[in-house]
Each structure stands twice: as C-alpha cells, then as structure tokens.
C-alpha cells in the first residue's frame, strides 16, 4: 500500500493497538513456519507473545486470523484506490495501474515477489487449506467494500441531460440493479486480481525470480483489465 491511498494517521491508542496485532502475528507466523501450522497450539502462540490466551482471542478470533492478519490493511485497499484516484481517470483504470505499480514495485500482494521469507510465508499460506478457506472471507469483504466504491463512483458520474426529477426517480428504480451490478463488477476485478497474484506466486515459486516474471506479469495484467473492459465476448 502506498502512502497516496492510506487513511488518517491512527492515534496514539489505535498505533499500540496495530503495534500489539503485529507483535502477536510476527510470533505466531514465525511459529508456523517453523513448525506447521496445524503442529502449533494457540497456547503456544499466546505464551511466545507473552499475553494469556483469552486476550489472543480478543485480538484474533480466529487461529488463522493469526496469519491473515497481513492482509488485513489490504481488504479495503482496492476501495481507496477507487475513491481517492483522479479526477477524470476511471475505476477501472485506476485499478489497472494501481495494479501495475505494484508490479513495478514488486508489491508481495501482486505475487511478484522473490523474497526468501515472503515466499516462505506464501507457502504457508498456500499449502495450509484452512488458511486458503480462511483467505476468502477477506476476499469477499475486499469485494464488498469495492462494490460501494463503485456504487458511488457511478452516483457521482455525470446523468446527461435528463431533468432532476427523471433522474431522481430512476435512480430510485435502479438502485437496487445498480448495487448488484457494482457487486458483481467488484467480484470479477477481485477474482482478475487474485488470479494474476496465483500465477506470479506459482512461477516464482516454482524457481523463476520476479524479475524474469515481471514482463510476462505486466501482459497478462493488461490483458485481464482488457477482457473485464469487453467482457465476457470470446466465451458467448
């Protein structure tokens, strides 16, 4: 995440809140791969960060929160992006850039990233299905939260010429459809999104470094936001 699409700076309680989830997370993560994952009581992670375990279940509800907590800042990113890109420049195509920015940059959230603990912690995320199952939970908050962003990028889009009454009740009429249809935009660009990471994480997994992979990732990228801009056509 870059500092053009982060929030308000926290305050003084909520930083040692984020310092203690990323003290518990840091000790339970490198647990994990030391161990296994289903080889690590939460008693144990609870004792390496020095806290009890009732208080490890007030800041993860979840053993696998313990892990997916580094994605937490990424739920809502895609939402930001969209509400805070420029004026003129569209959803879609700020989500492209921003996307290949994070190529660029070799963000570990687009999959291209070659280094040796990041790929450490892919495998196990990976490799441990309850992870994977738990990972999808975040992916369709990802999903939700876009689908708002989008929702008021279209309210705030220019109606024509149509007088304030008409468009006042057809906005009415097609609230409904159009959260849907926001929706359902917001899942197809969570899932290009995802699956392009899957594909750089699988290459550089398999051996290939991110910078071997990088020009192949840049196309296949355009290629994706191309097919989300046509649709589904090659397949109707």
């Known amino acids: 995440m870059t500092d053009e699409h ?5 305050g003084l309680r909520e930083r040692k809140r984020q310092r203690m989830y990323q003290a518990v997370s840091d000790a339970a993560i490198a647990l994990f791969l030391e161990k296994g994952f289903e080889k690590v009581p939460v008693a144990e992670v609870a004792a390496a960060a020095d806290i009890s375990k009732p208080t490890l279940f007030r800041y993860f509800p979840a053993k696998e929160d313990l892990v997916l907590h580094r994605f937490a800042d990424h ?3 895609a939402a930001r992006v969209v509400a ?5 420049r569209s959803p879609l195509d700020t989500l ?9 940059r070799q963000d570990p959230v687009t999959g291209l990233c070659d280094n ?17 199952a738990r990972l999808y939970g975040y992916q369709e908050r990802s ?4 689908g708002e962003a989008l929702s008021e990028a279209s309210r705030k889009a220019p109606n024509g010429s149509a007088s304030k009454e008409a468009s006042e009740e057809a906005s ?8 849907l ?3 359902l935009a917001a899942g197809q660009i969570i899932a290009v999104q995802r699956i392009l990471a899957l594909e750089n994480w699988r290459r550089i997994d398999a051996g290939e470094s991110a910078e071997a992979v990088w020009p192949d990732a840049v196309v296949a990228a355009n290629r994706a936001f191309g097919q989300l801009r046509s649709g589904l056509t090659q397949y109707a």
Do not use: I, M
Not at 6 to 10: K, R, S, Y
Not at 84 to 88: M, S, V, Y
Not at 121 to 130: A, D, I, N, V
Not at 172 to 179: F, I
């Open 6 to 10: 982060a929030g308000p700076t926290p």
């Open 75 to 77: 739920v809502d990113e």
């Open 84 to 88: 805070g890109r420029p004026p003129k």
């Open 96 to 104: 492209q850039r921003h996307f290949l920015d994070g190529l660029e």
């Open 116 to 132: 040796v603990h990041v790929l450490a912690f892919h495998r196990l995320l990976y490799g441990t299905p309850s992870l994977v």
């Open 143 to 146: 999903e939700k939260a876009l």
């Open 172 to 179: 009415e009429e097609a609230s409904d459809a159009e959260a």
């Open 181 to 183: 249809a926001a929706r």
